[in-house]
């Protein structure tokens, strides 16, 4: 935050369960907290619903991007990108990644997002793989 940069929690199955899905509530409920922005993720099946946290962080005027995140497996290679959002707006040659920043900060620049959630094979056989990469470790 101090460096400038927009901060942004992407969505994960161990981020947004449990313990550390508590602290993410407690985050938004604090009204002294920064605004941060929260992550969609492509990796998020297409069987889970859109997490409360989410309706949460938009009501306190948080905005949720949307990205690829892929995870550490050779089968996700071909995911960067395939998720994710544009926008509409100038750029300056000067300052490119200031004038992003500034629409991303304005609520009232809209986020188009694209690509699809993952399905639930694919889904439940990285969850898998990534478990046996951890353990294996």
């Avoid at 690829?68 to 996700?76: I, V």
């Avoid at 998720?83 to 900060?105: A, H, R, V, Y």
């Avoid at 690509?115 to 470790?137: D, H, M, T, V, Y």
Wanted: hydrophobic share 35%; with cysteine.
């Amino acid at each position: 935050l101090a460096a400038g940069a927009i901060p942004i929690l992407p969505w994960g199955v161990g981020k947004w369960i449990g313990h550390r899905g508590k602290l993410l509530h407690k985050l938004l409920e604090d009204k002294n907290f920064p605004k941060l922005f929260l992550g969609d993720n492509g990796g998020r099946p297409v069987f889970w619903s859109r997490p409360v946290l989410f309706k949460q962080a938009e009501k306190k005027g948080w905005r949720i991007l949307p990205g690829s995140d892929p995870l550490p497996l050779a089968s996700e290679s071909c995911r960067p990108g395939s998720f994710g959002f544009t926008i509409q707006g100038s750029l300056s040659n000067e300052e490119p990644g200031k004038d992003i920043k500034e629409m991303l900060l304005n609520p009232l620049t809209p986020i188009q997002a694209y690509g699809s959630l993952e399905n639930p094979w694919r889904f439940i056989r990285n969850q898998l793989a990534i478990q046996s990469k951890k353990n294996s470790n």
